[in-house]
Structure formats: C-alpha cells, structure tokens
C-alpha cells in the first residue's frame, strides 16, 4: 500500500466518524463502518512487517484521529483556542498509541488476539480515561448514539462502554471478512464468507432488537414531580461576568419564573453560575441574591430552588486544608467552587460543589508541574484553576419527600458518575449548565444528547436547565420534550415520573471498562513476554 492510499485510508475513517457522530453529521450508521479503512491499513502494515519491507502506522492512525477530533470538536475553540489545540491534539495521540499497542499486540501474538486487542485496548483506554487529570471523554465511542436512543435501551446495563464495544466489533468483523477475502482471492459475497456474514448479522441484529422490544415495552411507574426549568439567556461573554451585575441576573430569572409556576411545582431550577458574583458560603443569607431567593420561595413554600453559584469556603484553625485551597492576602486560605445550592422555606440551604472538573479552566492537570501556567487558562466559570470538590454526590429533597441529583455541566458525560447520585437515593436528575461558551455549534447539542444516555442507563427522568442552548425534559427512555431553542429566553414547566429503581448499571458502573483493562493487561503482558523470548532466542 503506497502512500497516497494510506492517506486516503486514514482520511476517509476519520471524516466516517465525524458524519456519523451526533450534529455533525448525525448518520450514526456510519460508526459501524467508518473504522475498516484504518484497521484495513493497520492489517497492512502488519503484511508489510512479515514481508519484510519497512512500513509506519502511527502517523496515519494520528492523522485519522486528528480528523475526527478536529470535525467534531472543533468549537471547543470558542471556550479557549489553547485548551482546543490541546484537546485535539491529546485526544488523537493517546487513542493512536492504544492502535500502535495492538498492532504491536498483533505482531507477536496473531490476528485473532490482535483484533482482540484492538477490542480491548481501545475501551480500556476509554476507562481510563474517566478518572485522571486529563480525562476528556467526549468522544468516548458509545456517544456516538447518542441521538438514537431507541438502539441503546440495553446502556442500563453495560453503560455507554457497550456501545464502544457494539461499534468496535462490528467494524473488526467487517474487516476480517475484506481482508480475508482479498487474501484468498475469492469475491466478498462468496459461500466462504457465509459464516463471518452471519457473525456480523447477529452482532448487528440482537442488540438493535432487544433494543426496540425494550423501548417499546418499557413503562415508567408514575410518580410526577412537577418541574420548573429556568433558561435566561444571559451572554456568557459580556453579561454574565461583566456588565450585569449578579443581583440584576438572579432578578431576571425569578421573573421569568413567576410566569410558569403553579402550587403543584415542587423544583424550579436554574443554570450553572446562575448568581456568578462569588460569595462566602457561611454568609449567603447576607447576599442580595439571597433575598430575592426568598422573597420567591416565600410566595410559593411548595417550591424548592435548585441553583448555580460561585462560591467559595473558607478555612479555619484545625479544618484540615485541600490541596486545592488558595491563600489569600489576608493569610485566609479558602476555595473557590462551581456550586448547587438547594434552598426552599422548610429548611437551611445546601450546597454540592461540582466534582468532575473540566481539565484546565476547573482544574489544573498534574498541579505541582503545571501550577506556573493556571493564569494562561481561559475563564470557563469565573474562576480560574483547580477548584474546590467534594468527595460524594449530594441529593436535594423537595417538601413532598422527592430526591433529585444535581448534576453540574460536564459531570453529565460521565456515567458512572452521575450513578453516585443514584446510589445516593436520587429518583430524578436535574443538569444545570452554562453552554453558552460555546457559541451556536454543535457543542451545545452534543452536550444536551449525551444527557438522555444518561437517563437510560440509570432510568432515570431529568430536568436541564442551561443558561443558553437546550433546556428540555427527558424521559426514563432518553425521549426529550419541550426542548428549548439556542438564544432564547425561555421557562418551561412540567412532570416527570420518579423513580427508585436501580439498574445494573446503577449499581456496578463501568464493569465493561474494567474487564477490558483486566483482558487488556493480559495481552499486553503476552505480548511484551513473546517478544522478550523472542530476543532470547
């Protein structure tokens, strides 16, 4: 294979991807297919390497990732140009070097264990992911299905990992069926190819079926909570953190809310940073944004308010002190947190600090290396640097006894994560976030389609509230209605069901993602060793 075609090998999977990723291209079809041109060139290199002729991999398996990431998160440039170069380029590398792993896997231990590995490795990588100070799992491959959640009922057991294992076979069978055909010299839709046709078939088929029965089976049990959603528009960029002030801001959305509620709402929930001006937990009842609060929650007791802020703590003698605390002039040290805070008439308020961080603007990757470079990193909330966490989800309990998990902005990618809230005795999920960064691309439409895989996984309704961009309800089935438009003030006020059921997934989390680091291991192990005894020999 000649230059010119491994090029056009890596090119053509790469924008394969794309198009068929949701709001780009949208063709989810396309990611059961999009992957054999690069495992076609991985096989031929590995011929190459038997042939004994010098062949390279990685920079056409780089150049094909960079396409992907490039067309489907590009408008991470509309946040931070910097953290979408790093982005880009960070993401494409470490999933090209889990390819160079398996085709070195390939080399040692054979085809069958080098698909394998290929399987394995890949969504081992994606595990991994999940939980270090680089994880940006927005491309995690199960997403990819994201607007299709009629084919994915079956994300409540295996979570979004089985839809990367569901993408990856289909295309690793594929290509054994045109790469066996043209090493045999026989037409690809000959007898021989029967049986690997009818692999493929039964892949495809069974979880596209259980899917649909599930779908149309399913019943949620009916227990409404009515739900009030607040999006207020406010620009990110020249209002939100700089001429409105923050009492006018909270203001504003109380307003939009008087308009929808009725005696029966139970929630009325608002955005990420909904009260940006930052203020010391211990002393909110102080705040005028406070006092707007509870003029609101005094006209409707019924109703409890769940809302974002910038807040910060502050530490006192014997408080043992996090590594992310700051010190101020005074010698005070404190942290800064994106905060939910619940407050309602029958109790004090309560705050949850966001604890999935976006690398960079929330958190700073590998701190002691780093630290010099925080202040170059763009304001994603109205703090820079690592912000303040807490080590559990909290739930907020409405005046009829309903739990809801407040999840904040980018914590909705993760479901494992979000499933802590569920473990917590969440019955429904509320996201607030402020998408508006982005601008009008296709960020703020991922964002809000990742949002029903997480309602199916753990069956659960979900309330969003984003400042701008999609604001909906979704149902236990990942259906959404009442979907908000982009620039848009809106309220919109209804019922979801909850409730207390825990699913599989619920309960056991990424058991997927852990098998496959587990099997993932062991090739590797067997690979490296081979090759070792080899050099003995």
């Given amino acids: 294979m000649n230059v010119s075609k491994k090029l056009l090998y890596a090119i053509v999977s790469g924008v394969a991807l794309a198009l068929g990723w949701p709001s780009i291209g949208s063709f ?56 979408s170069v790093v982005a880009i380029v960070l993401n494409s590398l470490f999933i090209a070097i889990t390819i160079q792993l398996a085709h070195f896997t390939r080399k040692k231990l054979g085809h069958f264990r080098g698909d394998l590995a290929l399987i394995f490795f890949w969504i081992a990588w994606e595990y991994f992911h999940l939980d270090w100070d680089l994880s940006w799992t927005w491309l995690t491959l199960g997403n990819g299905f994201a607007n299709a959640p009629y084919l994915v009922q079956w994300y409540e057991y295996s979570g979004v990992f089985g839809g990367s294992l569901w993408i990856l076979l289909s295309n690793v069978i594929l290509t054994q069926w045109i790469y066996k055909s043209q090493h045999r010299q026989i037409p690809i839709f000959s007898i021989p190819n029967i049986p690997v046709l009818f692999k493929w078939a039964l892949v495809l088929l069974i979880p596209v079926i259980s899917s649909l029965y599930r779908f149309y089976t399913y019943e949620e049990k009916s227990n409404p909570v009515e739900v009030l959603s607040i999006q207020p528009n406010i620009d990110p960029y020249n209002e939100k953190f700089g001429s409105l002030s923050s009492a ?61 802020a910038s807040t910060f703590v502050v530490y006192g003698p014997g408080d043992q002190i996090p590594y992310t605390a700051r010190q101020a002039n005074s010698g005070i040290m404190y942290d800064y947190c994106n905060t939910a805070i619940s407050v309602g008439a029958d109790s004090e308020p309560e705050f949850y600090h966001k604890s999935k961080m976006v690398p960079g603007p929330e958190k700073m990757p590998f701190p002691k290396l780093l630290k010099p470079l925080q202040d170059a990193v763009f304001d994603l909330g109205g703090t820079t640097g690592t912000l303040g966490s807490q080590k559990e989800r909290s739930v907020f309990t409405s005046s009829q006894h309903h739990k809801a998990g407040p999840i904040i902005c980018y914590e909705s990618v993760y479901g494992a994560f979000v499933g802590e809230y569920v473990q917590q005795g969440a019955e429904i999920l509320f996201i607030i976030t402020n998408d508006g960064w982005w601008q009008d691309t296709p960020g703020y ?91 003995d020999d």
């Fill in 248 to 308: 006018d801001q909270v203001q504003k959305m109380f307003n939009l809310a008087e308009q929808k509620i009725t005696p029966q709402t139970e929630f009325v929930i608002f955005p990420e940073t909904a009260i940006p001006k930052a203020f010391d937990e211990d002393l909110f009842e102080d705040t005028r944004e406070f006092q707007i609060i509870e003029s609101f929650y005094q006209k409707h007791p019924n109703a409890r308010i769940v809302i974002g």
């Fill in 28 to 83: 989810y079809p396309l990611l059961f297919v999009a992957l054999i041109p690069l495992f076609l060139l991985e096989r031929q290199v590995y011929d190459d390497h038997v042939n004994n002729k010098p062949s390279k991999l990685f920079p056409y398996v780089y150049l094909s990732l960079i396409v992907f990431n490039v067309l489907t998160t590009w408008w991470v440039w509309h946040a931070s140009a910097p953290g």
């Fill in 445 to 535: 439409k991922q964002h809000a389609l990742y949002a029903q895989l997480r309602a199916i996984e753990h069956r659960r309704s979900i309330a969003r509230s984003a400042n701008t961009g999609t604001s909906c309800f979704i149902n236990q089935k990942g259906q959404t209605s009442q979907n908000t438009k982009w620039w848009v003030e809106d309220a919109i006020l209804g019922q979801i069901n909850a409730n207390d059921t825990i699913t599989f997934y619920s309960k056991y989390g990424d058991l997927l993602g852990r098998i496959s680091l587990g099997f993932g291991a062991l090739l590797l192990i067997m690979a490296i060793s081979r090759g070792l005894m080899k050099k």
